[in-house]
């Protein structure tokens, strides 16, 4: 049972890891996906509110500016010395006068109070004051500055038309304003004595950057795009950041219209710059679930262990239980199902040792029954054929022949008692055929002969006894024809086997006997060792055949099945009696047992085996 194969398998805690993982996987992996879209979300309205609120102050700061530049503009429309200063003719020096005391002041005054860079250009329709030019009016503003410049230079221009259309008052961007990212404030000025006299036309340029404001809220750099729309026109006044991307789908777009100037601050903020964390939170989720699934792994696994370990110790203790070890037990300490488990196991392996032992010792029993019955029908068989032998001598008044058969009987029966052991020496078990053979030698004289052959060192073997005579017998009562007849006896070791042998020369069986004994060996020994020994038959059938056909008579077949079951019944299936025969050419019979201990230590061994 030991050497069984067993089947591998996986622990049942093992494969209860693996729902469990895909469990935690799913679980972190929705988590993570959830987690994911939702930092990305609470990322883009974040931007979107920082944008949103950094455009508002944009806005508001954009709108104060324009204010201011208009209030200058005002200022100088509605001062009335000023007007008059731009009207007042004369000479060349008073003209200087004038511009010295009553225009340039006022030219200067809004450069130095506005905090940006400003340029102011007064174009007057009196031919009588002095031009002033500063820096050319076509580059981009650098440094505020003023300009008094003749209106004959307008003549032509575009702009000055507009700018005196309306009110006389509006924000445009003319000549290289668009080309600098410049916006000017054109007024027309009109004589204060009626109000419908042009005297001459100003221009306030500022940077567009500087209207706007400080861009550390509009990071250009990361893909988003600040724009100036004219909202009237749709026209584009100014714009920066990468256009290209600012048009690529998926955008997100705000807008704050500057109040009273119909412009528009528009932000168009690209997926690069709303996602640009998505990455480095995507990795940090990704970090955090896998940390998470490493630690539900690993108390998973540590709990599967702990668990199959005791699951593992319940398997094994099985499989001693199957192997024929019963004495181990298994010891949980706790109050869970494996304590139950445990307890029900071992109150079962004790019922079953007892019930082994129960069932063990009645089949010793009646092992012992048996062998001592089969023992029993041996003696009185025997008996009974001698004691005819004798009744038939003494009535022919052979007295000397009855007093040596009643001596060998006497010896006979005295070896087979052997002191009631079922084990004897096969040196005793051969004094004990010899012993036979001399009453059937008063019966018969000298018809009959004996050859003996066993080999010196297998004496002291222990056989059962009784194992020889009834074969012996057998010769005598169905081999036997004409005048005479040769027995042989032989005894030899067989590696841990022992072998006896009867051979005889007499009639043998015929070719539909030794058949009937061939159509009953199922299940019997395999054919005898001894085959092509010289003087032997060549044919083997095991003695189950011949209790299965009886073909060697009524009491042949008695004395052979009687010994063919002690033998079976001591040392199992593979020991036994095989019969072998040649039709007027003799029969043997062969014996197969183990090779059993010195006949000393046998004596211990069987008083143990009494004793027990």
């Known amino acids: 049972m030991s050497g069984a194969k067993r089947k591998s398998y996986i622990p049942y805690s093992y494969k209860m890891m693996i729902p469990y993982l895909l469990l935690v996987l799913v679980t972190d992996a929705l988590i993570g996906t959830i987690s994911y879209r939702m930092l990305v979300e609470s990322r883009t309205e974040i931007a979107r509110t920082n944008i949103q609120a950094a455009m508002q102050q944009t806005r508001t700061n954009m709108h104060y500016q ?169 026209r584009t006044l100014y714009e920066k950041g990468d256009a290209h991307e600012a048009d690529a789908p998926g955008h997100l777009t705000l ?15 690209s997926q690069r710059y709303l996602q640009e964390d998505a990455r480095r939170l995507g990795l940090v989720i990704v970090g955090v679930c896998s940390v998470s699934f490493a630690v539900m792994a690993l108390i998973g ?77 041996i003696n009185p068989h025997f008996l009974y054929n001698t004691l005819s032998t004798i009744s038939s001598l003494a009535n022919m008044g052979e007295t000397r022949q009855v007093t040596e058969m009643v001596k060998g009987l006497s010896r006979f029966y005295r070896l087979s008692l052997n002191e009631g052991r079922v084990l004897i020496p096969l040196g005793q078990e051969l004094e004990q055929v010899q ?71 007499g009639v043998g069986m015929n070719a539909e006997a030794l058949e009937r004994l061939r159509s009953g060996t199922a299940g019997s020994a395999a054919a005898p060792a001894a085959a092509g020994l010289a003087g032997e038959p060549s044919e083997f059938a095991p003695a189950a055949a011949v209790r299965a056909s009886g073909s060697a008579g009524a009491g042949g077949s008695y004395g052979i099945r009687n010994v063919d079951e002690r033998i079976r019944l001591r040392y199992g299936e593979r020991y036994g009696i095989e019969v072998g025969s040649v039709f007027g050419g003799g029969t043997t019979v062969r014996i197969l047992l183990p090779a059993e201990g010195e006949w000393e230590d046998g004596i211990v061994r069987e008083e143990k085996e009494e004793g027990r």
């Not at 807008?255 to 903020?269: F, K, L, N, R, T």
């Not at 199959?308 to 949980?332: A, C, H, N, P, Y």
Request: charged share 25%.
């Open 66 to 234: 324009m204010e201011e530049i208009k209030r200058i503009s005002d200022t100088l429309f509605g001062s009335v010395p000023f007007q008059r200063a731009l009207q007042k003719r004369g000479d060349e020096l008073q003209a200087y006068l004038t511009m010295l005391d009553e225009i340039v002041p006022k030219l200067q005054e809004p450069l130095q109070l506005f905090g940006n860079p400003l340029r102011i250009e007064l174009y007057t329709t009196n031919p009588d004051l002095y031009e002033i030019e500063g820096d050319d009016p076509s580059t981009k503003i650098e440094r505020s500055d003023y300009y008094v410049l003749s209106a004959d230079r307008l003549r032509g221009s575009a702009w000055a038309e507009q700018a005196g259309a309306g009110d006389g008052s509006r924000w445009m961007q003319v000549e290289s304003d668009a080309e600098h990212r410049q916006l000017s404030h054109l007024t027309r000025l009109l004589s204060y004595s009626d109000y419908q006299t042009a005297i001459g036309y100003i221009r306030i340029t500022a940077r567009l950057d500087d209207l706007l404001g400080r861009f550390d809220a509009f990071p250009v750099e990361k893909g988003m795009t600040l724009r100036l729309l004219d909202q009237p026109s749709g």
């Open 255 to 269: 807008s704050e219209a500057v109040p009273g100037s119909g412009y528009v601050i528009q932000a168009v903020v």
């Open 435 to 505: 012993t036979y053979l001399d009453i059937q030698r008063v019966k018969y004289a000298d018809a009959f002969t004996v050859h003996l052959d066993a080999e010196p060192d297998i004496g002291e073997l222990r056989v059962m006894k009784l194992i020889l005579q009834p074969f012996v017998e057998n010769v005598f009562k169905h081999a036997w024809y004409g005048e005479s007849i040769a027995i042989r006896i032989t005894a030899r070791r067989l590696g841990a086997d022992l072998e006896l042998k009867v051979i005889d020369n």
């Open 301 to 377: 696994f540590m709990v599967a262990r702990l668990s199959g370990r005791k699951m593992r110790k319940i398997v094994t203790l099985v499989q001693s239980f199957q192997d024929g070890s019963l004495e181990k037990r298994i010891r949980f300490s706790g109050k869970d199902e494996f304590v139950q488990i445990a307890d029900a196991f071992n109150t079962m392996a004790e019922h079953v040792k007892e019930l082994i032992s129960s069932v063990f010792a009645q089949g010793q029993k009646r092992k012992q029954a048996e062998l001592e019955a089969l023992q029993a029908q």
